[in-house]
């Protein structure tokens, strides 16, 4: 009878752990009043929610400042010296957001015209999240699963509350 012996050492099983789930919306009423929220599910599908609320802003930065928000605390949720083995599947429902991660936000840095876009001082926050982390971003339907569902009336919540 032969015997294996495993070959994962120590790093590559943490890098196997160190893969999350982000689930992001954002809202923003008439009034520029806006709420943020993001979702992080680990590989055991623990849960964590963070949220939040801004004066005088737009849907589109909302949606960009969950997906920031969500990105920063994975990263500093992790131990150091395992932080390059993070992997995160981001889901949002904004294609603005979503495209910019996989197709624009390169472009723009490599032609210098960041500093022309709309909301760049979030984009510029969000090169320096994306710099940190592996991210495959997937646009999702608003509200198609319960995590897209609750992503969305968390935003809807913290923009209305006092």
Same mark, same amino acid.
């Given at each position: ?8 050492? +120590? ?6 752990? *160190? ?5 992001? !919306?954002?809202?923003? $009423? ?11 599910? !680990? @590989? ?26 969500? &990105?920063?605390? #994975? ?17 949002? $429902? ?10 624009? =936000?390169?472009?723009?840095? @490599? !032609? ?5 876009? +709309?909301?760049? $001082? &979030? *984009? ?5 999240? &994306?710099?940190? #982390? ?8 608003? #509200? ?7 992503? !969305? @009336? =968390? ?8």
């Amino acid at each position: 009878m032969t015997e294996f012996i495993s070959s994962i050492t +120590p790093e590559r099983k943490k890098k196997r752990e *160190l893969k999350y789930t982000l689930y992001t !919306d954002g809202s923003c $009423d008439q009034n520029k009043v806006g709420g943020w929220a993001s979702i992080i599910l !680990d @590989k055991n599908e623990k849960q964590f929610t963070i949220s939040g609320k801004e004066e005088d802003t737009t849907n589109n930065r909302m949606e960009m400042m969950a997906i920031i928000e969500g &990105l920063n605390w #994975v990263y500093s949720s992790v131990d150091q010296k395992y932080r390059k083995y993070i992997t995160i599947t981001l889901f949002s $429902d904004s294609i603005y957001c979503v495209n910019t991660i996989k197709y624009w =936000i390169t472009k723009w840095e @490599k !032609d210098g015209s960041v500093e022309t876009r +709309p909301n760049s $001082d &979030l *984009l510029k926050q969000l090169i320096e999240v &994306l710099n940190k #982390v592996n991210v495959e971003a997937r646009w999702i339907q608003r #509200v198609s699963n319960q995590y897209a569902w609750s992503v !969305d @009336k =968390i935003a809807n919540e913290r923009r209305i509350e006092n």
